[in-house]
């Protein structure tokens, strides 16, 4: 059993990081670290340097708390000796990224920047069909209601909170698994509500090795079922992957999963699982370079005030 700690005990720790622990034989939830949250026969701790100083038992921290933040905490554990998994993105910049690499290594600990989407079902499948066609093109459509998947969490809104590429991120995190060649952003346009930090729709294309034409398309005020998708034309055939990479369909019959572990969360445990036994680290920074990249060279508009 690896001890873990979840901290920030907010919406993605309770949905997703609780339930994954919980049917591992891999993992026990050793204690949580949060100013307002608890979970139910856990040791609840509000102060993290007292987690630490007080639980050497407890090896892996796993960080749930929003990007801006997670930094200062990702830091302490990794100099307090533990391992560190990341929620996505894996932090504000690309910098800090970076600079929590080089500390990892040198305090020989294992880093996991986590990406939940790329471990979605399907995933594995549109990458492996991909991976034997020249693509020709390929679109991503991610609109959601904010108000309905984040309602009130106003972090998504201020500096360094990602706006609508919170949850675009997790579409530039599976483009840049299952394409086999990397791109580049070539342009892009983002539209911020006049009272807001971040954007709440965003636009962009890429630039692709062998000229396919590629873009996205995110928006984060679509009314109802979200659109999840992620739509590619190659010069043999079409895949559509709906759902968030939960569901595929290959020139319009629905494909099957690759055979393995079910569920995106337990996927990423298990995997950190096998990080911590072997010693390594795995820190890909693609999708937040792209999203990054889009903030550098992306045209601004200003649109309506948001409110909640
Ligand atoms: P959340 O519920 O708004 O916040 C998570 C926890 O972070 C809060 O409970 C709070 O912990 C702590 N926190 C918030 N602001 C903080 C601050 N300024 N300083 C220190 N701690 C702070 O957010 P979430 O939706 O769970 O998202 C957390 C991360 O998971 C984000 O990076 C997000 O992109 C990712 N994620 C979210 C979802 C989703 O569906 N929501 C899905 C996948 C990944 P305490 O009050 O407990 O101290």
């Not at 009272?195 to 590629?214: K, L, S």
């Amino acid at each position: 059993m690896i001890e873990v700690a979840l901290v920030g005990i907010g919406k993605i720790a309770v949905d997703q990081h609780v339930p994954a622990i919980s049917a591992s034989r891999d993992w026990e939830l050793a204690a949580t670290v949060s100013r307002h949250g608890t979970v139910a026969g856990v040791t609840a701790y509000d102060d993290f340097d007292e987690m630490l100083a007080e639980r050497p038992d407890i090896r892996v921290v796993s960080l749930c708390v929003p990007p801006v933040p997670r930094f200062s905490y990702a830091a302490r554990a990794i100099a307090a000796g533990r391992h560190v998994m990341l929620e996505k993105p894996p932090g504000a910049t690309l910098s800090e990224c970076h600079a929590l690499e080089a500390m990892a290594r040198e305090a020989g600990v294992s880093l996991y920047a986590t990406w939940h989407s790329r471990q979605a079902d399907k995933v594995a499948t549109a990458r492996a069909w991909l991976a034997e066609r020249s693509l020709r093109k390929l679109e991503i459509r991610w609109r959601e209601d904010v108000r309905y998947w984040h309602p009130g969490q106003d972090w998504v809104f201020e500096a360094g909170g990602l706006g609508v590429f919170d949850p675009g991120i997790n579409a530039l995190s599976i483009l840049t698994e299952i394409l086999p060649v990397p791109v580049h952003l070539a342009e892009a346009e983002l539209d911020f509500p006049e009272n807001r930090e971040t954007p709440i729709a965003a636009r962009g294309r890429f630039r692709h090795p062998d000229g396919a034409e590629m873009g996205f398309d995110f928006d984060w005020l679509e009314p109802g079922t979200p659109v999840w998708t992620i739509e590619a034309e190659t010069e043999s055939g079409t895949m559509r992957l709906e759902n968030g990479g939960g569901a595929l369909w290959i020139d319009g019959a629905e494909a099957e999963a690759l055979p393995g572990l079910s569920g995106e969360y337990p996927r990423l445990y298990a995997r950190m699982a096998e990080l911590v036994a072997s010693g390594q680290s795995e820190v890909d920074l693609a999708p937040l370079r792209h999203v990054a990249d889009a903030f550098l060279i992306g045209r601004r508009r200003t649109v309506a005030p948001f409110h909640w």
